[in-house]
């Protein structure tokens, strides 16, 4: 019998890490989209600790469900800063999800033999 293995967490925040750095500028992304980009449905909270203590990939790009930034206090005005400074428009507080949401590519489905 076969056993499905498992990837470590560590595994899992590398995956969210590239599929972040994948998001282009001017483009913005929600925690829930990056999870379920790498098989992860319902896994926004592991894609918010992924991105804790990340360096180097875009964490501005990445917003919450509709749009709405997350972060409290200066990261909030930082990102919103960071994500102007890169065309991204709002809409009151939210980002204007219909001109910039970046739509990861869905996995191919494997054959059933």
Known sequence: MKQKLKKSRSDIQVHMLAQIAKIP???VS???AIARAVGIPNGARQTARA???AHGVPWQRVVGAGGAIKLQGELAFEQRFRLQSEGVTFRGRR???KLHEYRFAKAKAGRKT
């Open 30 to 32: 929600t925690y829930g």
């Open 95 to 97: 980002v204007n999800m």
């Open 51 to 53: 991105l804790h203590g």
């Open 25 to 27: 500028r001017g483009k």
